[in-house]
């Protein structure tokens, strides 16, 4: 899968020195998402779980909004490899 191996394929080193930038953000953002659907999967009645998921997704979605409008190259490159669909606009 190429999503996993992109997530992986940051090493140590550079997640020290990354921790702030929004890619690093929204990468992180977009593995605790798929392990909270993963756990919704098993658990439906899980609201708290819901709740955080909602919330992580508004995170994620402000992020990705930043990135477009700051640099569209990169927004598109991060949106292919994380294999995350664009957003719809209002």
């Known amino acids: 899968m190429v999503k996993n191996s992109f997530i992986s394929a940051i ?3 550079e997640k020290e020195k990354n921790k702030g930038s929004t890619e690093f953000q929204i990468l992180n953002f977009t ?3 798929r392990r909270l659907t993963s756990h919704l999967e098993l658990h ?3 609201y ?4 955080g998921l909602r919330k992580i997704l508004g995170k994620r979605q402000r992020l990705l909004t930043y990135l477009s409008n700051k640099n569209r190259v990169r927004y598109k490159e991060l949106i292919g ?3 995350i669909r664009e ?3 209002r």
Do not use: F, N
């Not at 708290?48 to 709740?51: F, N, V």
């Open 11 to 13: 090493s140590q080193e």
């Open 31 to 33: 593995k605790r998402i």
């Open 44 to 46: 439906k009645k899980d």
């Open 48 to 51: 708290l779980s819901q709740r």
């Open 81 to 83: 490899q994380l294999d």
């Open 87 to 89: 957003p719809k606009t």
